[in-house]
């Protein structure tokens, strides 16, 4: 049984590790970690988990809990993991993080997007970029994965065969994003309020967002090239989900059923990625609540042009499924192991 | 492995066994039939279950499909079962039904409320209500499990430690419940639409609706004395789940905490039973996705009165997941067998 | 022109007798207090309005701006008021407020149900409970109007017919009821963002809500006895609208359409209330965003039982259309104006 | 007064030129056609206008109807108006049709995407597309106007002042857009369900979208060359309401507030269109319930590249209220008439 701690366990991300943990046959959470509901029980905190895992949340004291675990999943705001993210390496814990933090190649460009001074960039090159289907080699024996944001898990892979196929002008790719709320976290502010978000629709961090530089370097590894994109992120009245509307300019004549089987082909093995067939398109509804992305897409043969739609639930292949389907794989366990719920569809 | 066939496998309710057996260790869908989509995928019909379940959907031909399974789950509309349920019974498969036809005891009142002539009496001794917290014992053997309406499971568990203990007026229990909008069906009723559900709220059925006289037959087996109850059932803009808000005059001087006591010791031992502690509340959310009914209560001592809420999710507990614990029973599985996540919360 | 002042503005109650105010024929804001955002455009914090009404919020200065209207609508915390509604009787202007402060006849109740201690005792006799169908006549001299509560509103208008025919025991009332999220107010507390509500349904302040004792007293000069009533609201995910279910035993045999008959005689005249027909019941669609009351009821003879339903905007008929309602009658201005606009259904 | 007609009164699209022509002080329903309700009352079928508005549907009988209102704004499904619009205009009767049959100027290039043949080509000349901005001085004499799709209204307006300055490449224009429910009009197909757009969210009509063409050659017009686009719908779970994000590639260098300040100028006196300040953008909450569009831009400099933002309400700018703009230009009334409500916010 491997041993997890989950330390940021009663925000929207921990709970979901928490949750999908105790259906998972070779792991189960030993310490959950709460500052703001230190002493009580999770499912005091989430009711949903009552009877199912009743343990107490504990106080962000490294000393206390690092030996109560073999593996941390952490899911921190930035800033916080300086202070617990090398200390758990250096005790030879593993560690999976949910921030932006270890993402980055270059300290350069994770300074310029966050606007913030990285304090452990003697880590940046060992952590492992924590998306399966690019890095499954390296994550076997990671000490420290950065798993990957929702969005650039959605929008990386549905462009990645484009771009791995030399099939598409590298100038032109346009994301256009769809969130549900519960990406925002679990926040008090006015905009993720009921009465803000309700019947509402919105662009937000228009040419801004930090997602689009991590985006921008997995694209460019995959191409060999400097890529440079537009991503929009907006927020839709959903809890959870996730749509990525893709844009590129083709190279050559390629039909819709042609470049599905290059998908196909691309993704054949990858038990998570489900490519769809001519006609199909991915909807939220599809994937939420399970670990899937589904990809589905378009040649329009007039303007020579693929429009790809992916999907995701970004709680899950968008965080914490993929965290989980990281530590199946460090561990040598099958990859759907706990993962094996389909979408609830209602 | 208990092969089971569902019959009327793409329904809300429907295919929500369908999800379920997909996690269950000991049981296998080996036949879905759905006459709207004979010969498609059922992932065709619901993409959430791409590579999870793919089987095909069947016609309703009894001759050609009854030998593929050991029992059968029946979601049907009313008026078909006649064909369907004498046959199987008669080559000795085991029945699990949906529809009103085998929850009463009296052919009259079925008739009166349902507004239809009964096709087969002489199975309505036979068969068993499928509550478990109140028939275990019958459902163990039964050859025909009649599963409860979902307002009358959410209705009953929440009163009945009230009249077992011989504690309340009988004569006005009165009974506001909230069901979310996948109750109906997956039908196409302007009603039911999008822009006309959203932002509405509305009761209806208003001292007509028949699960009154369900929930009357049950609480009367209870009570031993007849019980009439008011029961106005309310749609909400949610797509699962459900809230009773019962009300009944206290014919003694009991607190909170000691009848929250009573329900305790009343539902010891039954996993799928939360009572709440004093303070605390069921939500929809916190149920929604599971197989709990979660139960709280408040004794107003002004009015002496006590306000009991009841909540569960109408296509788990109080449909198919409800179908897989009396599977369970029947075949002499632990209960909580594929039936263990917890409610989503998100 | 009659001048109104607003104080609390940017509210969701003060925002919507502002955007009300705009389509008035005879009135307008001339002044806006809004100490959250003293100095920015109203616009800029409704962006709604933008080129509508862009008026600057003001700073709770009373001595800056009493002058600047005739009347003040104070839509505040509670226990602000103290510093502000003397002082503008004072000066001679006239108010309508939508605390509870002024809506209490005695001391001793709303202390009980508030657990404050009332500042200003010696306003409460002069202060004319603001709900027109009752108070019409005193309402038109009043120097100070205390607007009632949203359910309160629901629930009395719903009732008072069959108390004031004395048709109904009053020992068993029971009121259910509904409200959107924005009778909570435009604020940031957790239960209130949108993952915490969307898809959720809830009971709160069971057996405790302030709002019954209020209910209670209006009954109570009605009825010409003391009542008490069950109250229990919950929550449903929808921005606006409210519905109450109410529960009575009947004294005497009579049929839903002379009941009905009943009360349309009773509300004849009154255009903000309309009476359902026989097999019509209120939907809160049906209501939302416009100023009108629905009333449709069932008389279930086989329990000798009524079940009235009442829905109304709970932002509208709620509070601030009331409110202006009110307004009208304090200036002798017929009282529809400014309060035409129907539900928007969609 | 003017007296209008309705034909198609009880659709979504009907029901709101029913419902604001309440509020209109120069124009009224005089005669209201629904198919469906035949004789019975408009506010039976929308209980919203009960007391409001209480005339009763007729049948589409064009001899009995046709001398009963002046101008007639029909909301019919394609094929019918056939039958109605020709008829009408020889009567000498003004007509506003929402149909796409009368949007084009090409016989050829409407058969082709609405796969129809066109049975008024003869009409195509004379017909004025009415979007107020661009076509003003020909609505005012218009027999027949052809009101635009929600869609192109809502992208013409975002993309107009930068092929009218002639700053973007025209080459690589990307229209991605969001609508709410309702534009599909009062529907029971399955997919606009409750239970199946609740919590999701979609593309839709990828590459093939018939708007695409209506928008096509509106910017051809403007830009003077024949303009191709992508344009992606894509449905969110909101009743009303769709934004369109709107991506092309600059000639020139610009700045976000040069670009503003062009925007502002391009539409200096254009009551309706609202372009925002630097910094803020668009929501659908901001103009759900009113005629206004709201644009709103960011230039990405590391692109070059710009991002509009436009926001209208479907059933308004998008259609009833846009024809009741178009109407008060027909009978030269101030544009706002009847339409001067701003957007709800809740």
């Not at 675990?69 to 899911?75: H, L, R």
């Not at 994003?177 to 502010?189: I, P």
């Not at 006015?190 to 991590?214: I, M, W």
Request: glycine share 8%; aromatic share 8%.
């Amino acid at each position: 049984m491997i041993k997890v701690g989950v330390i940021g366990a009663t925000g929207y991300v921990g709970i979901e590790i928490v949750r999908l943990l105790q259906n998972h046959p070779q792991a189960e959470v030993t310490v959950a970690v709460s500052q703001s509901f230190v002493g009580q029980k999770i499912s005091d905190v989430y009711p949903s988990l009552r009877n199912i895992c009743d343990i107490e949340c504990q106080d962000l004291n490294m000393d206390a809990i690092y030996d109560k675990a073999d593996v941390f999943i952490t899911a921190l705001p930035h800033g916080i993991s300086k202070e617990v993210i090398p200390y758990l390496l250096e005790k030879g814990k593993r560690v999976i993080d949910h921030s932006g933090d270890f993402r980055y190649k270059s300290v350069e460009v994770y300074e310029k997007w966050y606007k913030l001074k990285h304090e452990m960039p003697e880590l940046l090159n060992e952590a492992v970029y924590g998306l399966p289907e690019l890095y499954r080699d390296q994550i076997k024996n990671a000490r420290l994965v950065a798993n990957p944001g929702c969005y650039p898990t959605c929008s990386i892979l549905g462009i990645a065969p484009l771009l791995a196929n030399d099939i598409i002008d590298t100038k032109n790719i346009i994301i256009d994003a769809v969130s549900g709320v519960s990406g925002a976290g679990r926040k008090t502010d006015l905009p993720y309020q009921f009465c803000e978000c309700d019947e509402n629709f919105k662009a937000y961090g228009v040419a801004t967002h930090r997602h689009t530089s991590e985006i921008e370097q997995e694209l460019s590894f995959i191409a060999g090239e400097e890529i440079l994109i537009s991503f929009t992120p907006h927020l839709a009245p959903i809890k959870r989900g996730m749509l990525c509307t893709t844009y590129a300019n083709l190279k050559k004549d390629i039909s819709t059923s042609e470049l599905l089987d290059l998908y196909k082909k691309h993704y054949d093995g990858e038990f998570f990625v489900r490519v769809l067939g001519e006609g199909k398109l991915p909807e939220v509804k599809y994937v939420a609540g399970s670990n899937f992305i589904d990809i589905g897409l378009v040649v329009d043969k007039r303007l020579n042009r693929v429009i790809v739609l992916s999907a995701l639930d970004n709680l899950m292949k968008g965080a914490a499924g993929q965290a989980v389907q990281d530590l199946n794989i460090m561990y040598g366990i099958p990859e759907q192991t706990g993962l094996s719920a389909p979408g609830l569809y209602l």
